[in-house]
């Protein structure tokens, strides 16, 4: 049981370059999460999934585009990096039970923009 | 627009000492708090929960206060130890809006020998 798990736990990138991380999560979660965290500035959302099929825009979706392939996955895509992309990326997967809404958090992508 | 504002920003503490933390909420519709623990290098993970029916919850060293009429909550760690240095965030949840996170900006302990 691994939990979630996050490829490619480092990039560099080059101002107009794309890429795509991935997230994956063996826990049978129905939502998934991205976050980035820049110092000062907590854990801010990007995009949810609460369920396979669906999508919708967080906090900072600009620049930003993610793909809820199945249950288990959830990219996130940057088509046009910028330095303000600079930070560190999360991926969280949660599923309510009961009282709980505990959100479960891979380890990162540490991605820097240059 | 920062809906859950935390305070400190950093925080050292002496071994056995009590480290306290402070969070503070504007939308009243939030019905769900959790704080998250982060090791450098690590993603965040739940540490304890508040539901703002009851005034208080321990586990083990951590305690959470909620106020709900000042729309305050905190985290209060007992006999701190060197092994509690992290970041740690409070977050909070509208739970009849989706489980969509809003966390505070972090506080990042260190507790000194």
């Known amino acids: 049981n691994a939990g979630v798990t996050q490829t490619p736990k480092f990039q560099v990138l080059k101002t107009g370059q794309s890429m795509t991380l991935q997230c994956a999560q063996d826990?049978?979660?129905?939502?998934m999460y991205w976050y980035r965290q820049d110092p000062g500035m907590g854990l801010r959302l990007i995009y949810y999934?609460?369920?396979?099929?669906?999508?919708d825009k967080g906090e900072v979706p600009n620049g930003y585009n993610v793909s809820r392939l199945n249950k288990r996955e959830f990219s996130l895509r940057l088509e046009s990096a910028a330095p303000s992309q600079t930070s560190v990326y999360f991926c969280?997967?949660?599923?309510?039970?009961?009282?709980?809404?505990?959100?479960?958090f891979g380890p990162g992508t540490r991605l820097t923009v240059t | 627009q920062q809906q859950v504002k935390q305070s400190p920003q950093s925080l050292i503490v002496q071994k056995g000492g009590i480290s306290i933390i402070n969070c503070a909420y504007e939308n009243t519709a939030f019905d769900y708090f959790p704080w998250y623990q982060q090791f450098p290098g690590k993603g965040p993970a739940l540490l304890i929960a508040i539901r703002p029916d009851v005034s208080e919850k321990k586990e083990g060293r951590f305690t959470i206060s909620f106020n709900k009429s000042a729309k305050q909550f905190s985290l209060h760690i007992m006999d701190s130890q060197p092994g509690d240095s992290a970041t740690y965030f409070c977050?909070?949840?509208?739970?009849?809006?989706?489980?969509?996170?809003?966390f505070g900006t972090g506080t990042q302990l260190k507790v000194e020998l």
């Open positions: 977050a909070a949840i509208d739970t009849g809006g989706g489980n969509k996170l809003t």
């Open positions: 969280a997967s949660s599923e309510r039970e009961g009282f709980s809404y505990e959100q479960y």
């Open positions: 999934s609460a369920s396979e099929g669906t999508t």
């Open positions: 826990m049978n979660h129905n939502s």
